[in-house]
């Protein structure tokens, strides 16, 4: 396997060249940077628009911190090992830029801005380190650091068209409608098996590239995987996320799960096990916590099981029972 001594650092060309080895009968993924045509959803600015200048370069470091999160601040990282060897893209596609791909369009439009949580005021540095120390399950950045400030002058560069105040359609991850059942984890197991596992592997600890310094398929459980307090730990997130991006190379005009199967997955995935960390500070007004918050206490009597798996319905209708 001679290209396997050449330094992959795409991840598009990495999937492709697995892809190729790991199983024949497989398309290679559809290269992520083609652009949907729906002009209702945000587009990200062009990159040859980024300026020629000390902040222009500012911009591009930021963007290939996202992108190759793991050469700077992974656990082999050039800069400080301070994360579980993530990139922000696993997440965020195509750099925070993929419509429905949990983009950063509406970063810099809105905040600072008072989120539940933490039950305050967020600046952006807040939010960035929230992913950091949860979904990267790492350290915090140095909120006057060279890599936090590029990080910044990217997502500003990426909501630069964005009106203060607003949320572009297509910004971060759709909701999907609950199922009338709680979501399943062994149907979920079967939906990995034929539509992830391929991928992700069958123990789901994701495979790096051959020098082990970045991973071509991240892990979706395990010890390198995001931490109990992430928000991918939350069905919703997951489900919305699957069933827009996954598997790899779809988006959300060309959807290939089902509602239920994205639901399953979430259930299967999260079931599985990985970093436990709770934030003590988090949710300070119980009653805010999202219907799908996976721990207690709650300000109601259902279990933590029905709140972390569904059926989400009758929660959500309480709710609305106790808000006059
Ligand atoms: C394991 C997945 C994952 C990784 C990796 C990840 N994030 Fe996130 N991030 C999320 C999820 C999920 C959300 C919440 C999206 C939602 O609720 O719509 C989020 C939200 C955010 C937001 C707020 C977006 C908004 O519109 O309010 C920012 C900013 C952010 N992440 C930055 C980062 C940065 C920077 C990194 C890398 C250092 C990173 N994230 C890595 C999953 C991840
Ligand atoms: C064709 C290969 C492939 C398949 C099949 C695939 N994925 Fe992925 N998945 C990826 C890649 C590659 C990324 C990271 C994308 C990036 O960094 O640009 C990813 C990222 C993710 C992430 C966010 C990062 C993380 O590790 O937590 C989740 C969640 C995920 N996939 C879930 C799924 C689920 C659920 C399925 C099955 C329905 C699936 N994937 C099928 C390749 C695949």
């Not at 290269?31 to 980024?50: E, G, H, L, N």
């Not at 082990?212 to 997130?237: C, E, F, I």
């Not at 929660?315 to 029972?321: N, S």
Request: aromatic share 10%; proline share 8%; net charge positive.
């Amino acid at each position: 396997m001679h290209f396997f001594r050449s330094h992959i650092t795409t991840l598009v060309l990495a999937s492709v060249v697995m892809f190729s080895c790991r199983n024949n009968k497989q398309e290679p993924p559809t290269p992520v940077q083609a652009k949907t045509k729906d002009a209702a959803v945000w587009q990200a600015p062009d990159t040859s628009t980024i300026p020629h200048s000390p902040e222009g370069d500012m911009i591009r470091y930021g963007r290939e911190l996202i992108a190759h999160t793991a050469t700077y601040l992974g656990p082999k990282g050039s800069i400080r090992q301070q994360t579980n060897g993530m990139n922000c893209q696993n997440c965020h596609l195509d750099a925070g830029t993929k419509p429905w791909g949990n983009n950063y369009s509406g970063v810099y439009s809105t905040y600072p801005r008072f989120r539940a949580r933490s039950g305050s005021m967020e600046t952006m540095v807040k939010r960035v380190n929230d992913c950091l120390s949860r979904s990267l399950n790492g350290k915090p950045l140095d909120s006057t650091g060279r890599e936090m400030k590029a990080i910044l002058a990217y997502m500003q560069w990426l909501g630069r068209d964005v009106p203060k105040g607003k949320t572009p359609a297509g910004s971060g991850i759709k909701k999907l409608a609950y199922l009338n059942r709680a979501a399943d984890p062994q149907k979920g197991k079967q939906v990995y098996e034929t539509k992830c596992q391929r991928c992700h592997g069958a123990d789901g600890q994701g495979i790096m590239q051959p020098d082990q310094s970045m991973y071509v398929y991240p892990p979706l459980w395990g010890p390198h995987s995001y931490n109990t307090a992430a928000g991918l730990y939350r069905l919703s997130s997951f489900a919305g996320y699957a069933k827009d991006n996954m598997p790899f190379g779809i988006n959300y005009q060309s959807a290939e799960l089902k509602d239920e199967e994205a639901w399953d997955v979430a259930a299967f995935v999260n079931s599985q096990p990985r970093p436990v960390v709770h934030f003590v500070k988090d949710w300070p007004v119980i009653a805010s916590k999202p219907i799908d918050h996976p721990f207690g206490p709650y300000a109601d009597t259902f279990s933590q099981q029905q709140h972390k798996y569904g059926p989400f319905g009758p929660i959500q209708q309480e709710q609305k029972l106790n808000i006059h």
